[in-house]
């Protein structure tokens, strides 16, 4: 129950968004994902991501719109079944600097196999990216925000914030089948952690830093 309560304490913190995905499919393609990383921790001497692994696929609706769902595992493994269901919109392409933009709605269900406490969060992406050559490489940045809906987070406590946000900024490697995304997030900057149980590493007192690597292969 220690790991179950712990385990909650980093998802409430960080919300539940690994790499994010910015530009959608092409129409009827089909993708498959996985991703490794978290927010940095003190690890003894040492700083390290927590190593959170998630799988997913997506699907193009049409050029501009695609469906996403993800399972993760590293919860599942702790006995939580966590799943991600999402639409993602392109918005505008890239005009020049003006960058391409897209939005994402997105829902987590969790729920825990020893008391079947169940917790649903909505979640809304707003991303702008920037093609950097001629083979579909692009940078981006952007903000997820995390809703928690309940008053009370793990252990009864009071629950500091209903709006979780977190910035983004990422760099996409793209290839004809394969991408590969490495991204850094600042999580939860408005969320004290230092009455937490984890050393989360962060600039001050707020937040974390999270480290993020993901890859895709296209169908």
């Not at 962060?202 to 937040?207: E, H, Q, R, T, V």
């Amino acid at each position: 129950m220690r790991y179950i309560i712990l385990l909650f304490t980093v998802i409430a913190l960080i919300g539940c968004s690994p790499v994010t995905m910015v530009k959608p499919l092409k129409a009827k393609q089909w993708a498959a994902s996985a991703t490794l990383g978290g927010p940095l921790i003190g690890f003894g001497s040492a700083v390290i991501p927590v190593p959170f692994t998630s799988v997913g696929a997506a699907y193009g609706v049409s050029d501009q719109s695609t469906i996403t769902a993800r399972v993760h595992t590293t919860a599942a493994l702790f006995g939580v079944a966590q799943l991600d269901a999402g639409y993602l919109r392109e918005l505008r392409k890239q005009s020049g600097i003006i960058p391409g933009i897209s939005a994402m709605g997105q829902g987590t269900f969790m729920i825990d196999r020893w008391e079947g406490k169940a917790r649903f969060y909505p979640q809304i992406d707003l991303n702008a990216w920037w093609d950097i050559g001629s083979k579909g490489n692009y940078c981006y940045t952007g903000l997820t925000s995390w809703y928690e809906l309940q008053s009370k987070g793990t252990g009864d406590r009071k629950q500091p914030a209903n709006w979780i946000p977190a910035w983004n900024f990422g760099y996409s490697r793209e290839r004809e089948k394969w991408s590969t995304r490495f991204e850094v997030k600042y999580l939860s900057p408005m969320t004290n952690h230092e009455a937490l149980t984890v050393d989360y590493k962060a600039p001050g007192s707020n937040g974390a830093i999270g480290v993020f690597v993901g890859f895709m292969r296209k169908f």
